[in-house]
Each structure stands twice: as structure tokens, then as C-alpha cells.
């Protein structure tokens, strides 16, 4: 799709220039932690465990009724396509790192193949351990951090001017987490060993020591050189990971928001010299030029936005600045203004809303209704999509409707 030279938006923009390719938003802040979780190889072998976790106890039906005695959310599983699954995996072991591992524990006693029992053990005693309840916690963080914007900018009212300011944000919000990060999840990780080490105590006569049972060291490493390489090989490098991608797979977009900057960020716009403001309406009119068709005209925008009236707010978006034209019936006054500002809030932020109606066709066409015609799919697909406009409607006016229609008596 967004190859430059063959792919569908190198075709499309040798057709019309003034096309403008964006990509995807959530897709794109997807790949952005597809891209983290492969950076290091703490963060592989992590993932690994949390997706070990899910194979274990899915493999039968007493594990699975094992694990539902000790906890309130299962495990999940995780895959590079479907978002927010890997906030959902690692959710379910952040905060239930103890009642996960007690679950193993009561595993290993009651199945009866040796290989599970090994492998229930093992699982135990990583879930328990300081490092992987270190990486737990980091990757609880920054994928909170990041699904919150993700939702965000699924929505169908999505602007692109907004996508980027919180693009921006999440940036800012981590570069700021990469300074005392490490160090908060070294506490939190800390606190939950001492209370799986007093859950121990209390059913093992056996008191054993944080040290000794939760260490995650190798046996000729101390500890404060296994926590700066957990620092330096894991967070430094899934953190710096994350904020590099974020640049990389949002260049397009940032440069989309350059082109239309003059109408995208309006209050700055308005403040510019006229020579700064004129240049910039100039190199949108030739982002909006194709064979001598040119849908603005540069200069008299550069008018037009210097004569435009005082505004309820000094930081409108593109969409309020464009609803407060037509509240007041301005369009006749700001044509090229009109015309530029429509143009910008319709470029496309993200596809989800379409990609969600690709999910309703599995459900609507399946093996049962696999003769029905285009019109009908099409008509049975827009009352899925458009479901919360279908309960509003009256059936029993649809029913009497329908049967007057194919009514075959005549009426004497």
C-alpha cells in the first residue's frame, strides 16, 4: 500500500497528485509495539513466558478449571494482528502474578504426565522471579500508555490534527517514563514478591527468604549487575525502540499535517508575518495543483485567513473552525478558506471503522447463507454496521408495511 514506487499509493498519486496518502493510525501504532516487542531479547523471551503461560493451562480442562479457581481474569494469548491483545495477556499476569503462580503450583501436584509437571514447576518459578515481574510491570506501562491513544484513534470523527498532537503526547509520555521508569518498576516488581514470599510462609512451614526464592540473578552475577543489564539490554532499549518507531512509522503523517499546517494549526497561522504566512498558502496551493487546476488560490487565502473574525477560541481545531463558517454563513466570504479547511478535515486518519464491516461479512455470509444475492448481503451488512440505528425503528410499522405490499387480496 505504501510502497513509493509500486505500491497503491504511487499508482493513485501518478494519476492525481493532489491525492494524499495517510496511513493508518492504529495500524500504524500497532507495528509501532510489534516493532518494541521484537528489540530485545529479554522483551522475546518475556513474551514467550506470557504465551507459555496461556499453552499450559488451554492444553485441558483441569488445568483450565484450575487456573479459574485462583483468578478473576484468565491468561490470554497474544498476536502481532489483533490489538490491545497484548495489553490483554499482560494485564492478566501483572495483576495476578501471585494467584497465576499458586495455580501452577497446585497444577504441578495434581496432573499426573511428568513432562507438565517439569514444565509447571518451571513456569512457577519464572512467574515468581524479580526479573520477569520487572519486565511485567514495564510492559503493563507502556502498553497502557499507548492503547489509550490507540482507542483514540479508532474513532470515525478522528482529525488528523488531533491524531498528531496525540501522537505527540504518547511521545512526550514516554520519553518522560524512560527517566524514572526502570526505578518505579523495580519497586512495584519488589512489592509483589514480598507478598508471594508471605503467601509462602503461610502454607510452607519452610520460611524461606526473598533472596533465596525470588532471585532472578545467575549464580556468580550479583545483583546490582543483573539490574543494569536488565536496565541497559531491556527497558533502555524496548523504551528507545518505541519512541524511534514512533517517529519513523509517523513520518508520513507529520508530513501530511506540514502541508496543510496553514489551516491545521490556525491560532499559529494567524499569528505569522505576512510574508511566512503567504509562502506557506503557497505551497498548499501547489500541493492542490494538477494540470493547471488548482482548487485554492494562495494569495487571496493568505487574505482571507488575515481577515478572518475574532474566534470563540484562540485554539479551534480544523473541524470547529470549519463549523463556526458555516454557523455563521460565512462561506461566501472565505471561499478558498472554505474550500481548504473542508479538504483538510476529510483526510482519512485511520480505517478501522471500515475494517470493522470486513469483520461483520463472516458473520452474516456463513455456510447457511451462502446463495443469498448482493442486495440482500448488502442490506443484512448495513443493519449490522448500523445496528444502534436499528433499534431505534418501529418493527411494527416495517411488518405492516411489508404486508401491505405483498397483500394478494384486492380490496372490494
Known amino acids: 500500500m505504501k510502497g513509493k514506487h509500486q505500491g497503491v499509493q504511487a499508482r493513485l498519486l501518478r494519476m492525481n497528485p493532489r491525492a494524499v496518502f495517510v496511513p493508518c493510525g492504529a495500524h500504524t501504532l500497532n507495528l509501532v509495539i510489534a ?24 492444553a485441558g480442562t483441569q488445568r483450565w478449571n484450575i487456573l479459574k479457581q485462583h483468578v478473576n481474569i484468565t491468561v490470554k494469548s497474544w498476536t502481532d494482528t489483533r490489538w490491545e491483545s497484548r495489553l490483554q495477556s499482560v494485564h ?16 504441578r501436584q495434581k496432573i499426573n504426565d511428568p513432562v507438565a509437571k517439569v514444565e509447571a514447576q518451571s513456569l512457577a518459578e519464572e512467574v515468581g522471579s524479580y526479573r520477569f515481574l520487572i519486565c511485567c510491570v514495564v510492559w503493563c506501562e507502556i502498553l497502557s500508555r499507548t492503547n489509550t491513544v490507540n482507542k483514540i484513534l479508532q474513532s470515525a470523527s478522528m482529525q488528523l490534527d488531533v491524531a498528531v498532537q496525540l501522537i505527540s503526547n504518547t511521545k512526550a509520555s514516554l520519553t518522560q517514563y524512560r527517566d524514572t521508569g526502570f526505578s518505579d518498576a523495580q519497586t512495584t516488581a519488589r512489592s509483589i514478591c514480598e507478598v508471594m ?6 502454607k510452607d512451614k519452610r520460611l524461606r527468604t526473598s533472596k533465596k526464592h525470588f532471585s532472578y540473578e545467575a549464580p556468580d552475577e550479583p ?12 527497558f533502555n532499549i524496548v523504551v528507545d525502540s ?14 501530511v499535517k506540514t502541508k496543510y499546517g496553514v489551516v491545521l494549526n490556525f491560532s499559529t497561522a494567524c499569528q505569522m508575518s505576512s510574508d511566512s504566512l503567504k509562502a506557506q498558502c503557497m ?3 501547489k500541493t492542490l495543483t494538477f494540470n493547471q487546476d488548482c482548487d485554492i488560490s494562495g494569495v487571496d487565502l493568505a487574505n482571507e485567513i488575515k481577515n478572518v473574525p475574532d474566534l470563540p477560541s484562540a485554539n479551534m481545531t480544523a473541524f470547529e473552525l470549519l463549523s463556526f463558517l458555516c454557523e455563521k454563513n460565512l462561506e461566501e466570504l472565505y471561499p478558498y478558506l472554505w474550500i481548504a479547511l473542508r479538504i483538510a478535515v476529510t483526510l482519512p486518519v485511520t480505517v478501522a471503522s471500515a475494517e470493522r464491516s470486513f469483520s461483520k461479512l463472516k458473520m452474516i455470509k456463513n455456510y447457511l447463507r451462502s446463495s443469498m444475492s448482493q442486495e440482500r448481503l448488502s442490506g443484512l451488512a448495513i443493519m449490522s454496521i448500523n445496528h444502534d440505528v436499528g433499534k431505534q425503528i418501529s418493527y411494527d410499522d416495517i411488518i405492516d408495511d411489508f404486508a401491505s405490499r405483498k397483500c394478494r387480496k384486492g380490496h372490494f
Request: aromatic share 12%; hydrophobic share 50%; net charge negative.
Open 35 to 58: 516493532d518494541a516487542a521484537k528489540s530485545s531479547k529479554d522483551a522475546v523471551v518475556f513474551f514467550g513466558y506470557v504465551q507459555k503461560l496461556f499453552t499450559f493451562f488451554s
Open 223 to 234: 545483583v546490582a549487575d543483573a539490574l543494569r543489564n536488565l536496565e541497559v539490554n531491556f
Open 283 to 285: 505551497e498548499l496551493e
Open 92 to 107: 492478566a499476569v501483572r495483576y495476578q502474578a501471585s494467584e497465576i503462580r499458586e495455580a501452577l503450583l497446585e497444577a
Open 197 to 202: 514470599n508471605v503467601e509462602a510462609a503461610l
Open 242 to 255: 518505541t519512541i524511534a518507531s514512533i517517529d519513523e512509522q509517523f513520518e508520513t503523517l507529520n508530513q
